[in-house]
């Protein structure tokens, strides 16, 4: 079975600031990794994704991700942070075998970027 | 949100009526999805259908029911048999290669059980 773990419930950030939100993943085979973003009482939007290739992954809004293998991580990262990305993160990811054509969420990091 | 439309936004609810919740995209999008976000549990599956006339048990399919008559409405039914249905539902599709394509969400229902 594959999982996902966000290991942080909060992430508080100065404006400014460099952000980093942590995804650990578990999944047989090479993953498919996605990161997402919610506004309140809102759908998800789509930041980003990491397919193959390189492992600096750049997506909306200044935000980038990084895959690491060994790790089994794809943490999202902005080098300066603005209180408009306050907002719920949600990492996800499928595997190429026994995951079907399904997505497996984390349980969300609430990032707060104050002033 | 865009291409993806769920109504209503809030619906309200009483034990054991069953309610249906709707979702449209006109995305052209072959695969359609539902998901329950409930506080701190992230989004969990409950029916997906990756063709029209067909559609698969997500994780949480107890209690709920779908259907896919038509390539651009998913349609999910929530029923009395569904224990604790107040929660914040979204929908979702994705296009061919559903392997490496994202998923674009609709707006999202919220439904609270009187």
């Known amino acids: 079975a594959q999982s996902v773990a966000q290991p942080e419930d909060q992430v508080n950030v100065a404006e400014g600031n460099p952000l980093t939100v942590k995804c650990t993943y578990s999944?047989?085979?090479?993953?498919?990794l996605f990161w997402y973003v919610q506004y309140p009482n809102r759908g998800l939007q789509f930041l980003l994704k990491?397919?193959?290739?390189?492992?600096l992954v750049k997506g909306s809004y200044g935000f980038e991700a990084e895959f690491n293998k060994s790790q089994t991580s794809f943490h999202l990262k902005k080098p300066s942070a603005l209180v408009s990305d306050s907002a719920l993160y949600f990492c996800a990811v499928r595997g190429l075998t026994g995951g079907g054509n399904k997505l497996t969420f984390g349980t969300g990091t609430q990032l707060k970027v104050e002033l | 949100d865009g291409g993806i439309t769920q109504s209503p936004k809030y619906l309200f609810r009483k034990e054991g009526q069953n309610v249906t919740l709707s979702c449209e995209q006109n995305?052209?999008?072959?695969?359609m999805y539902w998901y329950r976000q409930d506080p701190g549990q992230g989004l969990r599956l409950i029916y997906y259908?990756?063709?029209?006339?067909?559609?698969q048990k997500g994780d949480i399919a107890e209690g709920y029911s779908v259907s896919r008559e038509k390539k651009e409405s998913f349609p999910l039914t929530v029923t009395s048999a569904q224990k604790n249905p107040t929660a914040f539902y979204l929908c979702a599709s994705s296009g061919s290669g559903w392997e490496y394509n994202e998923q674009f969400f609709g707006p999202g229902t919220r439904l609270t059980v009187l």
């Open positions: 995305l052209n999008h072959d695969a």
């Open positions: 990491y397919i193959t290739g390189d492992n």
């Open positions: 999944v047989s085979g090479n993953p498919y």
């Open positions: 259908s990756q063709i029209v006339n067909d559609f």
